[in-house]
């Protein structure tokens, strides 16, 4: 504390918590980002408004990256590995698209997002990097069969981690 005419007043400084706060804010939303070209357009809106509220959930995990998968887990330091029983890293475009636990499960998913079904950005309704925004919009039973895939296999919880 400093002393201005013998009364003592806080001297200000900038917490830890601030500084990791304002270096947060960088990195947060990157993955997002990338899943989605165009997230903070409407389309979201619509896109979740057309969910039930535990697709919604997990729509929401697939598309943050905010979820039961031990990438994440190991992120926030709930798990000591980043990686899927399989061996490889367990992140969202591996449990989608490439994990060999769930070749059985992710048949329907895959016949739903015929030649685009390892692109994650189609999986989950956002728009790719370099795809027009004009006249695109999600295709609704791409991310229904996503989120069912997601559901049949138990690996995220359908009310958000």
């Known amino acids: 504390m400093a002393r201005t005419n013998d009364v003592a007043t806080p001297t ?8 990791r706060a304002a270096t947060r804010g960088r990195t ?16 979201t809106k619509h896109l979740y408004d057309a969910l039930m509220a535990a697709q919604a ?7 943050t ?20 029983e399989c061996g490889l890293p367990d992140t969202v ?9 769930w070749i059985e499960e992710r048949r329907t998913m895959r016949e739903a997002h015929g030649e685009w079904w390892s692109n994650l950005p ?3 309704g956002g728009r790719p990097a370099g795809a027009s925004e004009e006249g695109w919009r999600p295709i609704r039973t791409v991310v229904l069969a996503t989120v069912a895939f ?10 958000g981690v």
């Open 12 to 19: 200000v400084t900038t917490s830890t918590a601030t500084q």
């Open 28 to 43: 947060i939303g990157r993955f997002t980002k990338r899943v989605d070209a165009s997230y903070a357009s409407g389309h």
């Open 57 to 63: 959930a997990v729509l929401a995990q697939l598309r």
């Open 65 to 84: 990256g905010i979820c039961g998968l031990n990438s994440y887990l190991r992120r926030i330091n709930i798990t000591d590995t980043q990686d899927c």
């Open 93 to 101: 475009p591996h449990f989608l698209s490439s994990c060999s636990r």
């Open 122 to 124: 189609h999986a989950v």
């Open 150 to 159: 997601a559901k049949a296999t138990g690996h995220l919880d359908p009310g």
